[in-house]
Each structure stands twice: as structure tokens, then as C-alpha cells.
């Protein structure tokens, strides 16, 4: 009987110092943070076998690569990626640039060349328009000179004609 008991016992306490064995939260974080020296910005915290990543990176390409050059590290049993993408200044686009006045007044000669007694001046990106038009006529033109970037069309000086 007393056999059957320390036979019981047994596997219980090899199963208790094979947990107790395994790497605490300490050494976890050691390894995790040399690891991550690699990629500037994100720093780690484990409790509980659980590890947080933080921290900022210009794309999702930084974030994906600084958890999984730590997922394989022993005792880690889950992973909470908090790790923020901030794109860096030169990934943001630009406005669109309005066009320069010399660039700006070639297109706008060019788009009002078929459009008999309209003439059109171009300054500071803004087209002002003067003459005589058809509504079916003013619609086109109106969305040609739209399409070129202006500022503004100044339709000011333009009549429909009925």
C-alpha cells in the first residue's frame, strides 16, 4: 500500500519541477529585449508568460517582423501585439499641386480652341471666362477646364444662349 502512494506521488512531483523548471518571466523579457534590439521603437513586457509588444513603426512590414522574430522564444505563451504604424513623412503623399499659370494657360488655350467667341485668361490658377456659349457647350467646357486643376473657373463673363 505505502508503494501504490509514493508510485502516485511520484509523477506528480516530476510534473510540478518540470513547471517549476521552465523560464520565468525574467529571463523571458531578457531574451525577448536583446532579440528586439534589432528593431528601434518597440519594447516588451512579460507577466505571466504572456508578452506585450509596444511601440511605433513607419509600416505593418516592422510590426509583423518584431513579433515574429520573438514568437519562437521558450515560455512564451501568448502574444499581444500593440505595436502602433505611424507612416514616416516621406511615405505620405503630397496634395496635388495646383498647375503653374504658364503650364496652366497652354491647357486652357488648348481646351478652348473649338469653342468660337470665348476667350479665357489665366492668373494666380484661377481661368476667367468670357463669351457667348450653348448650355450643352458651357457643360463640356466647364468640366475640360475642371479636369486641368485649376484653382477656380470664373464664369462670370459667360452668357447662355438660348
Same mark, same amino acid.
Request: with cysteine; net charge positive.
Given at each position: 500500500m505505502k508503494l501504490t502512494k509514493v508510485f502516485a506521488v511520484v509523477p506528480i512531483l516530476a510534473i510540478s519541477l518540470m513547471v517549476s523548471c521552465g523560464p520565468n518571466d525574467a529571463d523571458i523579457q531578457a531574451k525577448v529585449t536583446e532579440?528586439?534590439?534589432t528593431v528601434p521603437g518597440i519594447s516588451a513586457q512579460v507577466k505571466?508568460? @504572456?508578452l506585450t509588444l509596444s511601440g511605433n513603426v513607419s509600416d505593418a512590414a516592422a510590426k509583423t517582423a518584431?513579433?515574429?522574430a520573438v514568437k519562437e522564444e521558450k515560455g512564451i505563451k501568448s502574444i499581444v501585439n500593440n505595436i502602433t504604424i505611424t507612416p514616416s513623412l516621406s511615405s505620405v503623399v503630397a496634395p496635388i499641386a495646383m498647375a503653374a499659370d504658364e503650364a496652366l494657360t497652354k491647357? @486652357?488655350?488648348d481646351a478652348t480652341k473649338d469653342y468660337q467667341g470665348v476667350t479665357a485668361v489665366?492668373?494666380?490658377g484661377i481661368i476667367s471666362l468670357k463669351g457667348t456659349l450653348s448650355a450643352d457647350k458651357w457643360k463640356r467646357l466647364k468640366?475640360?477646364?475642371d479636369g486641368l486643376g485649376p484653382k477656380k473657373v470664373d464664369a462670370s463673363?459667360?452668357?447662355i444662349a438660348k
Amino acid at each position: 500500500m505505502k508503494l501504490t502512494k509514493v508510485f502516485a506521488v511520484v509523477p506528480i512531483l516530476a510534473i510540478s519541477l518540470m513547471v517549476s523548471c521552465g523560464p520565468n518571466d525574467a529571463d523571458i523579457q531578457a531574451k525577448v529585449t536583446e532579440t528586439l534590439k534589432t528593431v528601434p521603437g518597440i519594447s516588451a513586457q512579460v507577466k505571466e508568460g @504572456v508578452l506585450t509588444l509596444s511601440g511605433n513603426v513607419s509600416d505593418a512590414a516592422a510590426k509583423t517582423a518584431a513579433e515574429a522574430a520573438v514568437k519562437e522564444e521558450k515560455g512564451i505563451k501568448s502574444i499581444v501585439n500593440n505595436i502602433t504604424i505611424t507612416p514616416s513623412l516621406s511615405s505620405v503623399v503630397a496634395p496635388i499641386a495646383m498647375a503653374a499659370d504658364e503650364a496652366l494657360t497652354k491647357a @486652357v488655350r488648348d481646351a478652348t480652341k473649338d469653342y468660337q467667341g470665348v476667350t479665357a485668361v489665366v492668373k494666380d490658377g484661377i481661368i476667367s471666362l468670357k463669351g457667348t456659349l450653348s448650355a450643352d457647350k458651357w457643360k463640356r467646357l466647364k468640366m475640360t477646364l475642371d479636369g486641368l486643376g485649376p484653382k477656380k473657373v470664373d464664369a462670370s463673363g459667360i452668357s447662355i444662349a438660348k
